[in-house]
Structures are given as C-alpha cells and as structure tokens.
C-alpha cells in the first residue's frame, strides 16, 4: 500500500520569501514521487517528478523538491514566492504496475500569497 | 496542452437520473483514468483504462462504471446519481508506466 501525507493544508506566506510546504510519504516500492500545482478552477499541472535519479530535483517556475529516503519525505520548496504561486498544491506517489500507474495523492495545500 | 477535454464542463442532475461524463483525447495514449476530487482529499482515482476494452477498479469504483470503446474515448457512468457523488471529475491520460499523467480541465457535478 502506497500513502501521502502533506503536513499543512494551508501555508501562508509573504511575496518574495521562502515557500516550503511538507510531504511524507509512505510505500511498499521505490516510488515515483510528483509535485503538482492546482489554480484556482483550473485542472493539474505538473510541477516536477523523482524517478530514482538525482535525489535534487528542480521544476518549473523555480520550484524545486528534495527526496529524502530515511525521512521518507519529499517537501517542496521556492526561494523567493510569487504572487501567481497562489495555488494548490498536491505531493503525488505512484505504484507502476504492468496494468497502469495509479498515482495516490495527498491532501493538498494551499498557498496563500500576501503582497 | 496535451489534447485532452472533458464534456460536458459542468452538470446539475437528481438523485437517481444515470450520467455520463465523457473524456476526448488527441494524443493517442495508451493509458486513462478517471479521478474525483473532494476538499481535503486531493484526487482519488475511480476507474481506469490500459487499453481499448481494458479496464480495471480504483480505490473509490463503487457507484461508477466505464467503458473504452475507442482509444481516444473514456466514458465514466453513475448509473444512479447520489447526492455524495457531487464533486468536480477530472480524466488523466498518460503515454507510458513512467509518463506523467496529463489532466483534463475537470467537470463539476452536482447532485440534488
């Protein structure tokens, strides 16, 4: 069994300081880890993804996630935040089978960006 | 974008009326899948697809069937609508095991 656990559901922050939003994760396999970001009445987009090479991972928009294996965690973070980084946020694991690759997604968190 | 869309957009329906919700997609995937999400519980994955006629359950299936008659069509029924299956339905479509999953834009539905 594959679970995901963000640690906040609601990170608010200041434009131009630092985001860090938290992932655990838990599974029976070497995951495939993903970040995806969520606005407002929009569908998914993808952010970045691990798939067992650098642990340093770096995505779009300046984002960038770390996976950590004795942590079992995969938090994300921005140096400097955006105004349009207001989003949701969901951290992802997924469970390749020979029939499909069925992702688990955590609970989301969403991010508030103060000017 | 990958070439992935979702109709109808949004729907208001009764309890008890059948609703189909259908997934197009250009992009001649392999693979599609059907996900709801619900605050607080990000997506969960209903039903999906690994091939014309090939179909398998996800973690939330009950009250929900599906049918891939065409490679570039999903279709996902509630046979008898409820009021606890209101929630915005998104399709993913994905080219391999280790591809990412490209989302549709979602469809809001709501049950009275």
């Known amino acids: 069994a594959q679970s995901v656990t963000q640690l906040d559901s609601h990170v608010s922050v200041s434009e131009g300081t630092p985001v860090l939003l938290r992932c655990n994760y838990s599974s029976s396999y070497s995951p495939s880890l993903f970040w995806y970001v969520q606005h407002p009445n929009k569908g998914l987009q993808l952010l970045l993804k691990?798939?067992?090479?650098?642990?340093l991972v770096k995505g779009i928009n300046g984002f960038e996630a770390e996976f950590k294996k004795s942590e079992t965690s995969f938090h994300l973070t921005k140096p400097s935040a955006h105004m349009s980084d207001a989003a949701e946020y969901f951290c992802?694991?997924?469970?390749?089978?020979?029939?499909?690759?069925?992702?688990?997604f955590g609970g989301g968190t969403r991010v508030l960006v103060k000017p | 974008d990958a070439g992935i869309t979702q109709s109808p957009r949004h729907k208001v329906t009764e309890t008890g009326t059948p609703v189909t919700l259908r997934c197009h997609q250009t992009?001649?995937?392999?693979?599609m899948y059907w996900y709801r999400q619900d605050p607080g519980h990000g997506l969960r994955l209903i039903h999906y697809?690994?091939?014309?006629?090939?179909?398998d359950k996800g973690e939330v299936s009950d009250g929900y069937s599906v049918s891939r008659s065409k490679t570039e069509d999903f279709l996902l029924t509630l046979e008898s609508a409820t009021s606890s299956q209101t929630s915005v339905y998104f399709c993913?479509?994905?080219?391999?095991?280790?591809?990412?999953?490209?989302f549709g834009p979602g469809t809001r539905l709501t049950v009275l």
């Open positions: 992009e001649n995937h392999r693979y």
């Open positions: 992802v694991v997924s469970l390749l089978k020979a029939a499909g690759n069925k992702l688990t």
């Open positions: 993913a479509i994905s080219g391999g095991l280790d591809n990412e999953q490209f």
């Open positions: 691990y798939t067992s090479a650098a642990t």
């Open positions: 697809s690994y091939g014309v006629k090939d179909t």
